[in-house]
Nanobody, 130 residues
């Protein structure tokens, strides 16, 4: 049983900010690089931010400069600070581990839409609208 519990989503106006949190079971958090995945309506789930166990961060081009990912290893918790939000950021956001090949692709600027773990949390809805 993998526990992934996302929270912090909501309705925000364009230009606003939100901070998402994800509490992860220790057996997953302690040994994996972690990331935030974005599932927008009609689109595939895409990895948009990742943080390694060494706190190295990577971002999809769509969120670079606006989103900041971080992790607190003592609390088994990962965060996503979302600033300058745009309507196109509207999506359900999920957290999960990031496989090595996905991290390589993210760093190379290649969209990562094929991460298919068997267990996912319920996600947290972010809606950006005026």
């Amino acid at each position: 049983q993998v526990d992934l519990v996302e929270s912090g989503g909501g309705l925000v106006q364009p230009g606003g900010s939100l901070r998402l949190s994800c509490v992860v079971s220790e057996d997953i958090f302690g040994i994996n690089d972690m990331g935030w995945y974005q599932k927008a309506p009609g689109k595939q789930r895409e990895l948009v931010a990742a943080v390694t166990r060494q706190d190295d961060t990577s971002y999809a081009d769509s969120v670079k400069g606006r989103f900041t990912v971080s992790r607190d290893n003592a609390k088994n918790t990962m965060y996503l600070q979302m600033n300058s939000l745009k309507p196109e950021d509207t999506a359900v956001y999920y957290c999960n581990a990031v496989p090595p090949i996905a991290l390589v692709r993210l760093k190379a600027g290649i969209p990562v839409t094929n991460v298919d773990y068997p267990d996912w949390g319920r996600g947290t809805q972010v809606t950006v609208s005026s």
